[in-house]
């Protein structure tokens, strides 16, 4: 599967962003899905993610009650609707895919990137 994210950009703190991440080449409602995110000089680190249902999200710690993960299988497409954005939001997002159990992290496809900025 093939996975491309968008929805980037540059957003005062506060704010809010929608990112979302086109899949083609495979059957959309087998994957699970994540976000996951990328900081300069840090180690990418998890954000959200949603059992290929949709019935089972989950979050870091650091965006819960402010981020939110959906997909809609017959476009699909996954989102991450982003709200009360801090500048340590600031990172690359990427979009991933596995076909594993939904409880399992390990992405085995990934999207490009988008990267969102968040000014104070």
């Known amino acids: 599967v093939q996975l491309q994210a968008s929805g980037g950009g540059l957003v005062q703190a506060g704010g809010s962003l929608r990112l979302s991440c086109v899949a083609s080449?495979?059957?959309?409602?087998?994957?699970?899905m994540g976000w996951l995110r990328q900081a300069p000089g840090k180690e990418r680190e998890f954000v959200a993610a949603?059992?290929?249902?949709?019935?089972?999200?989950n979050y870091a710690d650091s965006v819960k009650g402010r981020f939110t993960i959906s997909r809609d299988n017959a476009k699909n497409t996954v989102y991450l609707q982003m709200s009360s954005l801090k500048p340590e939001d600031t990172a690359v997002y990427y979009c991933?895919?596995?076909?594993?159990?939904?409880?399992?992290?390990?992405?085995?496809?990934w999207g490009q990137g988008t990267q969102v900025t968040v000014s104070s």
């Open positions: 080449g495979g059957t959309f409602s087998d994957y699970n």
């Open positions: 949603i059992s290929w249902s949709g019935f089972t999200t």
């Open positions: 991933a895919a596995n076909d594993r159990s939904p409880g399992d992290y390990y992405y085995d496809y």
